[in-house]
């Protein structure tokens, strides 16, 4: 079982910036792929951004591109999602997910794929 451990979420105003982090504590995971996800009320969860695990391949969705921006520390499990411009429809709860596989220049877009969930952090953007 992987436990994943997010922070960064808040209130903040339309056109400023946050940044989320996720963090898979077991160092003897190497294989490790992560990606956020988000879920607004009434909506279904979306994906916004994974990477591999080594971070050389990396994939945002439509709705992010070109203002989010993932990272990671592979060595330390730890991965970032850089959020600037945020608008109110960035609002939603936002999940970190993980799974492990052994090919590093692929991403995972979709949920099903993923084996592990954190417990979620809340987004707000006011207008």
């Known amino acids: 079982q992987v436990q994943l451990v997010e922070s960064g979420g808040g209130l903040v105003q339309a056109g400023d910036s946050l940044r989320l982090s996720c963090a898979a504590p077991d160092p003897t995971i190497t294989t490790l792929h992560m990606a956020w996800f988000r879920q607004a009320p009434g909506k279904e969860r979306e994906f916004v951004s994974a990477i591999s695990w080594s971070g050389s391949a990396k994939r945002y969705g439509d709705s992010v591109k070109g203002r989010f921006t993932i990272s990671r520390d592979a060595a330390k499990n730890v991965v970032n999602l850089q959020m600037n411009s945020l608008k109110p429809d960035d609002t939603a709860v936002y999940y970190c997910?993980?799974?492990?596989?052994?090919?590093?220049?692929?991403?995972?877009?979709?949920?099903?794929?993923?084996?592990?969930w954190g417990q979620g952090t809340q987004v707000t953007v006011s207008s």
């Open positions: 997910a993980a799974r492990t596989w052994p090919q590093q220049s692929i991403t995972f877009s979709t949920a099903p794929q993923y084996e592990y």
